[in-house]
């Protein structure tokens, strides 16, 4: 029996907010979401949200939360290994993260990035890295970046029953040659958007992001193709939107996108709570009584 099979057989499809099968958002059911459900509710035409997650504590509140997808993306180059860029991620911190996120988390689908460097040189790399994620870290998918040039890579990992989440527009770990601005204003560039997009959807992907792109253009692109289309920076009717979840709740300093809303000021919260302790411990007031063993 195949492992497609055997998951046909086994799977349940998760509860919705009225014990139905459908939401992604609001079911019921703690079986991991995956491809096929992505799928089904794409087909319900149902949008859905996507976080990153880079530790098990912060993943398994978004799990109670009940966010369906997260990304443990290479934005932890940016966001909690303290790096300028996405680049210099590695596999071996790759697979340590996302395998905390899997182990914190219950319901959501778990996609891993592939790093720089961890794919560019062809499928079978592609394959021995992505195979790694699945093994050692127990992710549901992966995801790279790269459109018509990554076409080979997605195609080998998807036959070989790993599936692929793709990554076009501005690609992060492409900013030393494409620089950080927003991708497809002229007609070739959308014209090889589209294009890319194509190719991905063609090779196999059950999913792709769309990174800093005009909104029109992200419309139009998920108009045409049939896997849901995921945006951050690419307007309203994308089928998902997916944020860096350190910009969402406002733990990121300095300036932020101008396409990342702040749901929360984390940055904040958390200032306050230690400023607090410290002057507690220099004033002699912690700890107390009731914090201290007889």
């Known amino acids: 029996m195949s492992l497609q099979a055997a998951h046909d057989q086994s799977a349940t499809p998760p509860a919705g907010p009225s014990g139905s099968s459908k939401a992604l958002y609001g079911g019921k059911s703690t079986r991991r979401i995956t491809v096929h459900d992505i799928a089904a509710a794409t087909e319900r035409g149902e949008k859905w949200p996507m976080l990153t997650a880079y530790d098990a504590m912060t993943a398994s509140v978004f799990d109670e939360a009940g966010i369906p997808v997260m990304l443990v993306g290479d934005s932890m180059g940016n966001c909690h290994l303290g790096y300028e860029t996405t680049v210099p991620v590695t596999m071996d911190q790759m697979a340590m993260l996302s395998a905390a996120v899997v182990r914190g988390t219950e319901r959501a689908l778990i996609v891993a990035d592939l790093p720089f460097g961890s794919y560019q040189e062809g499928p079978v790399q592609a394959l021995r890295n992505a195979t790694r994620l699945v093994k050692e870290a127990g992710v549901g998918a992966v995801k790279l970046e790269g ?40 007609e070739e560039s959308a014209q090889q958007l589209l294009r890319d997009a194509k190719s991905v959807q063609d090779a196999g992907a059950f999913a792709v ?86």
């Open 209 to 294: 992001v769309l990174e800093l792109v005009p909104a029109e253009l992200a419309a139009e692109v998920t108009r045409t193709l049939h896997i849901p289309t995921i945006g951050i920076g690419a307007g309203p009717a994308t089928t998902a939107q997916v944020l860096v979840y350190t910009d969402m709740v406002g733990l990121t300093g300095g300036k932020v996108p101008r396409f990342t809303k702040q749901y929360a000021n984390l940055r904040k919260v958390l200032g306050d709570a230690a400023k607090e302790f410290a002057d507690e411990v220099v004033g002699g007031t912690f700890p107390q009584p009731e914090h201290t063993f007889h």
């Open 147 to 186: 459109g018509e040039r990554s076409h080979e890579q997605i195609r080998l990992l998807v036959e070989s029953g790993i599936p692929v989440m793709g990554h076009i527009g501005l690609t992060p770990q492409s900013v030393h040659a494409m620089g950080y601005r927003v991708q497809g204003r002229s």
